[in-house]
């Protein structure tokens, strides 16, 4: 089962390499767990009111002060810093090069480069969904009923996996400072798109999976909850950019996946 094998390396590669993770995570991920634990533990409870209200169809006439300029804060350093460290794994797995800096560098060319690459994506995949959403909302009701309204967001979810899988070559290419396109991606993992539909598969039911904890304790700040968000965060964040890596490392570069010698 390659899909398996896939995703258990990758995994294996985070943990078979914790120290040069965290030296090239760590710093990044503490600045980001800063800013959003602020964001969170001040705005929680006013963005589950606006939430409540808006669901009412009511619309606020006043937003609770610095709450948008928090937000941007929040998104901003989330983006960057997800940005710079899938840049730094990319290029640590498939060229040895590791940081010697407590912050490590920035290559903020191929930041820029990965960002562009990934908002090109992101609204491919959002018109995707959308349509394939309307779909399935029609098609499955009549079948399903009121599963269909946890069915589909499922279905979805591994359908913008599965089409991310083939066309996200694309970033480990640029973090390498190659040039490549999602037509090459798609191309290029062609051979491989039985085992990369299982991969989706697999990385749905891990996405339920690693959701029960939490749903478990309603209070969505608690000490328990935020320290298992974080930690799992960084795990998922880590285990998906090495997905893309070792994607790119088989099926690019050739390298064999059960070959530590040859890919970490």
């Known amino acids: 089962m390659q899909g398996w094998k896939i995703f258990i390396h990758s995994v294996r590669m985070v943990f078979r390499n914790l120290g040069p993770a965290l030296r ?11 800013v959003n634990l602020y964001f969170t533990l001040n705005f929680n409870d006013d963005l589950v009111q606006l939430q409540i209200s808006m669901s009412k169809g009511e ?10 300029s928090t937000m941007i804060l929040n998104i901003f350093v989330s983006l960057l810093s997800s940005l710079w460290i899938s840049v730094l794994w990319h290029r640590y797995v ?17 930041i820029l480069r990965y960002l562009g690459k990934t908002i090109q994506l992101s609204l491919f995949l959002g018109v995707v969904v959308v349509a394939m959403g309307l779909l399935l909302g029609f098609a499955l009701e009549l079948f399903l ?13 591994g359908v913008m996996l599965y089409l991310s899988y083939r066309l996200a070559l694309v970033f480990p290419a640029v973090a390498l400072g190659e040039s490549m396109s999602f037509k090459t991606s798609w191309e290029k993992t062609t ?4 085992a990369i539909a299982q991969l989706a598969v697999i990385a749905v039911v891990f996405v339920i999976l690693i959701q029960v904890p939490s749903n478990m304790n309603p209070d969505t700040t608690s ?14 964040m880590m285990v998906g950019i090495s997905v893309l890596t070792t994607l790119y490392g ?7 996946h059960d070959n530590a010698e040859i890919f970490r």
Request: proline letters at 8%; glycine letters at 8%.
């Open 145 to 157: 009923g009121v599963f269909a309204a946890m069915a589909i967001p499922l279905i979805l979810l």
């Open 191 to 194: 051979a491989a798109s039985g």
């Open 59 to 68: 619309v606020p006439t006043e937003l609770p002060s610095g709450l948008i």
């Open 94 to 110: 498939l060229l040895e090069q590791i940081p010697e800096t407590v912050v490590p560098p920035l290559y903020l060319d191929k």
């Open 250 to 256: 088989i099926y690019v570069e050739g390298r064999e």
């Open 24 to 34: 090239i995570s760590g710093v990044l991920y503490v600045i980001y767990i800063i």
């Open 223 to 236: 000490v328990i909850n935020l320290t298992y968000a974080y930690v799992v965060g960084w795990i998922v």
